[in-house]
């Protein structure tokens, strides 16, 4: 690995929050923002996650626990990823990690070790990846998304660029920032390329829960994560529990060992009577997760068609997760100056897509977590500040 290690290079990770940011900004001098920046859903933590952190903490729930978490939550996960993967991996297949975004750099830290080791993953993607591989010094080998493939990840893509070196391929399905969901078929071509090439393949499955007109699949039901695979889910989403931080990996026993090493030499172990609290997350009603994605519908459908109402504007119908992406490179303007544009003018806060690496330049991402009345507004305000 290189001798000093370039802090500078997380800044591209940090870009989302920069935004908000410069929105609070504009806030505080008394402007009104309409926020779509971040993807932090609206709606509150189901009542039964508050009632079991707030038992766990009457019952003084409150000190250490093992560093790869506490087995009733373990437990609930490997019933959890039976139901929905087809397979049970090990307890000692399992970590808990403080949010799914730290599990993207304790994987890629605990399996990349060379310089010269190559990871492949999209673009644009999820800014932590890029920022992560930044920071490690490795050999990054970003695969442009195509629009006309409804910025799905091509699996002919990422054989073609598949070499000796490679040691990890990242896939995000549902994915951020463009709500794409990728195929069964593509999810399995994906899987034998890993077993075919023995790479380690980084499944960030984050929305798994949040599908719309087409199926979440996971390519970890071919080797059931004992080889190659590494599941990272987390209950931000899916549960609203963004400020809990609190997520979780499934991966081979090898890279797990690594994995818990760094997270008992960083952080200790996730907080106690938050571990305690999800369990019936997993376990207890979905009521709350079915009525959010019927309002998510409703949201996604509004904004998509206000989006494509917009002069210069066209966008796809995303496929999961909260996010649309749409191409704006028929208003002649930047992906940066557009959105600065529409901060300042409109009122309206969103994301350039080159945030999520070159290849969203002419495109903003839409972060649609928010009430219909609001996304109907931002329309407005949008096609006003334009005119």
């Known amino acids: 690995m290189n001798e000093e290690l370039d802090f500078e290079s997380l800044r591209t990770g940090a870009g989302i929050f920069e935004v908000l940011s410069k929105a609070k900004a504009l806030e505080r001098e008394g402007k009104t923002i309409l926020h779509f920046e971040i993807g932090q859903p609206d709606f509150h933590t189901p009542s039964h996650v508050k009632d079991a952190a707030k038992q766990a903490l009457d019952d003084n729930f409150t000190g250490y626990v093992p560093a790869a978490g506490i087995r009733g939550l373990r437990e ?22 403080p949010g799914a975004n730290p599990g993207i750099y304790f994987t890629l830290r605990a399996i990349v070790n060379k310089h010269a080791d190559e990871v492949i993953f999209s673009d644009p993607s999820f800014p932590t990846y890029g920022a992560v591989l930044n920071y490690l010094g490795c ?63 980084l499944t960030d499955e984050i929305y798994s829960k949040m599908t719309y007109d087409q199926k979440f699949h996971s390519p970890s039901t071919r080797d059931c ?31 797990m060992d690594r994995m818990s090493l760094l997270i008992s030499t960083t952080v200790s172990c996730v907080a106690s009577f938050i571990q305690r609290a999800a369990i019936p997350a997993l376990t207890g009603p979905q ?51 557009l959105a600065d544009f529409l901060l300042t003018e409109a009122g309206v806060a969103c994301l350039p897509g080159t945030i999520f690496g070159e290849h969203g330049e002419g495109y903003l991402r839409f972060s649609y977590a928010t009430d219909v009345s609001i996304i109907q507004q931002a329309i407005v305000q949008v096609k006003d500040a334009l005119a």
């Open 76 to 97: 609930a996960i490997q019933d959890e990823i039976e139901q929905t993967r087809g397979f049970k991996p090990s307890l000692e297949q399992i970590l808990i990690t």
């Open 139 to 201: 050999a990054k080998k970003p695969i442009p998304l195509k629009e006309e493939n409804k910025f799905r990840l091509d699996p002919v893509d990422i054989e073609a660029n598949i070499s000796k070196n490679t040691k990890v391929v990242i896939i995000n399905s549902p994915m951020n920032p463009t709500g794409s969901v990728m195929k069964e078929d593509e999810i399995n071509r994906v899987a034998e390329l890993a077993e075919e090439h023995e790479f380690y393949l």
């Open 225 to 255: 994560t004992k080889e190659r695979t590494v599941i990272l889910d987390g209950f931000s989403k899916a549960y609203n529990m963004t400020g809990w931080r609190l997520g979780y990996a499934v991966a081979p026993e090898p890279i």
């Open 287 to 337: 009521t709350d997760l079915h009525n959010n994605m019927k309002a998510f519908r409703l949201r996604r459908d509004t904004i998509v068609e206000g989006l494509n109402s917009i002069p210069g504007f066209s966008c796809l119908t995303p496929q999961g997760a909260f996010y649309t992406f749409p191409n704006i490179k028929q208003t002649g303007m930047s992906s940066k100056e």
